[in-house]
């Protein structure tokens, strides 16, 4: 938590535990004050500080060996085809590591002028995030699966990969809450060795609403499982969203029964290791009809107005929706863009 401003009173710390305990609305005044205040930075005005301009070595390539991850490369090209010679916009990224390892967002923030809001649960890899310097707005929390601010356990994994900073990074995208799956990997791996910490939780509007802001150019949201439950609260009506990109698993019972057994070296699995190892190749033990689209998700999203854009399904499914109507649309209808449906 940060603090910019005077120190709190004893009156001023009950309210902020009474707001921050919930129930209390996603666009409550004081609620918007509190985050205001203290669950936010402010976007960096100095230089960049990106992990490519501090080494040159094989450690800066092994890091950004991510760069070749397929689910990467896809929204990659996503966005050159949905934003390409579009005004600078405003992102949130959920899911945002250290700024940079697998951003979807870094691009359109260093290149194309962009700024936004970068969300991360895990602590030390948001506290790396704020040494990269981004023009965007960051927060330390995780996004809210219930209507109000919660408290939740976050689950993060770590590995003993002191010479690969690759691998280190790539264990570190499997963090989730611990209330989905019991803290479980979406592939059902166990990464490495279970770490865990409380964060607090506050809902992405509420995030949003304490900036400012109503539009939203695009959501990439990667927040290993907790996706349905974050939109299931997510007020449509006040907040409008162009474009999401999510990436999304359907759930099955033994998603919730996985144990630490499974993997009991709590190392990576032989075909998830080098290359294999991002959080988008893992290692995939579901039937082929889980790779399938969740038609009811993708329902979640038409019934308020969006199209499916595309899916990629190999291993964990990444979708791509876009608001009928809005800016996007109307520039892929021009170049004679139709919505196909979803298979």
Not at 24 to 52: E, M, Q
Not at 106 to 133: C, H, I, P, Y
Request: net charge negative; charged share 20%.
């Amino acid at each position: 938590m940060m603090s910019r401003g005077p120190p709190a009173t004893a009156e001023e710390d009950l309210s902020l535990l009474a707001h921050l305990s919930g129930p209390v609305s996603y666009d409550d005044p004081g609620l918007l004050h509190i985050v205001t205040r203290s669950f936010l930075h402010p976007p960096a005005t100095l230089p960049y500080r990106l992990f490519k301009h501090l080494k040159h070595n094989m450690e800066t390539f092994r890091y950004y060996l991510y760069e070749r991850n397929g689910s990467f490369k896809f929204y990659e090209r996503v966005m050159h085809d949905l934003f390409e010679g579009a005004p600078p916009g405003f992102f949130v990224e959920a899911g945002a590591l250290d700024g940079e390892f697998l951003s979807n967002t870094l691009s359109l923030e260093k290149d194309s002028g962009w700024t936004g809001l970068l969300v991360e649960a895990d602590k030390e890899m948001f506290n790396q995030l704020l040494q990269k310097r981004r023009r965007s707005w960051a927060s330390h929390t995780c996004l809210a699966t219930k209507a109000h601010p919660h408290l939740a356990i976050f689950v993060k994994f770590l590995r003993n990969a002191q010479f690969d900073s690759y691998t280190s990074f790539a264990v570190r995208s499997y963090g989730s809450l611990m209330s989905v799956a019991g803290g479980g990997t979406l592939d059902m791996t166990e990464p490495g060795h279970r770490i865990y910490e409380s964060v607090q939780c506050l809902p992405l509007a509420t995030l949003l609403l304490a900036i400012n802001i109503t539009h939203v150019d695009m959501v990439s949201l990667d927040v290993e499982g907790a996706e349905e439950d974050i939109l299931r609260h997510f007020p449509w009506d006040r907040i409008t969203v162009d474009v999401w990109l999510v990436e999304h698993q359907i759930h099955t019972p033994a998603d919730s029964i996985y144990s630490a057994h499974n993997s009991p070296s709590g190392s990576l699995p032989e075909a998830s290791r080098g290359l294999e190892a991002t959080k988008n190749h893992k290692l995939s033990t579901t039937s082929s009809k889980q790779k399938k689209v969740d038609g009811e998700f993708v329902n979640m999203f038409t019934t308020h107005g969006y199209v499916l854009y595309e899916v990629k399904t190999p291993h964990i499914p990444n979708y791509v929706f876009i608001l009928q109507d809005s800016d996007v649309h109307k520039r892929l209808k021009a170049k004679g863009w139709v919505a196909k449906s979803p298979t």
